[in-house]
């Protein structure tokens, strides 16, 4: 694989998190001045999680005390959420530089907090998430060396 392929895999997986964090974030906005908790137990019913379990009865407790101005406040951190991921995957599809350097201490933050969740629960999803983005960063780092070696080599 070309280190152009790798940049523009990396980029898509940036843009897709964007994209879903981003309907989410729509999906919040569109639930201003609606019934928030009937839309919880509709989905919880719809899902067909039993709405007395642990998570389905966090998830309908925390509808019942969300206001206006949170759902304002969330669907707008998700905006500049997508806004972070989009800009990301704009620098990694176009080699830019800045992108790559974004994109090594963008993942490289999450690391440590994904080593912490993996020791406190040990489980597939944690330890994919450590070495998917362990992966990225590596990548990073490597693409970065790559340009560096590239530009002494050629004298710029």
Not at 22 to 33: E, R, T
């Amino acid at each position: 694989m070309r280190l152009t392929d790798g940049l523009r895999t990396v980029a898509l997986l940036e843009a897709a998190k964007g994209a879903v964090v981003l309907l989410v974030g729509l999906g919040l906005f569109s639930l201003i001045h609606q019934d928030v908790q009937g839309f919880a137990e509709r989905l919880v019913f719809h899902t067909h999680l039993n709405p007395a379990a642990h998570y389905p009865h966090i998830f309908l407790d925390l509808s019942r005390q969300i206001t206006d101005t949170r759902l304002w406040q969330l669907a707008t951190a998700a905006g500049a959420y997508s806004l972070v991921r989009f800009t990301e995957a704009y620098g990694l599809w176009h080699r830019r530089r800045w992108g790559q350097w974004f994109a090594a201490l963008s993942g490289a933050v999450y690391i440590p907090i994904e080593l912490v969740e993996l020791i406190k629960k040990p489980d597939w999803i944690s330890a994919g998430a450590l070495l998917l983005n362990t992966a990225i960063v590596a990548f990073m780092a490597y693409s970065l060396y790559r340009e560096n070696l590239h530009r002494t080599i050629n004298g710029r």
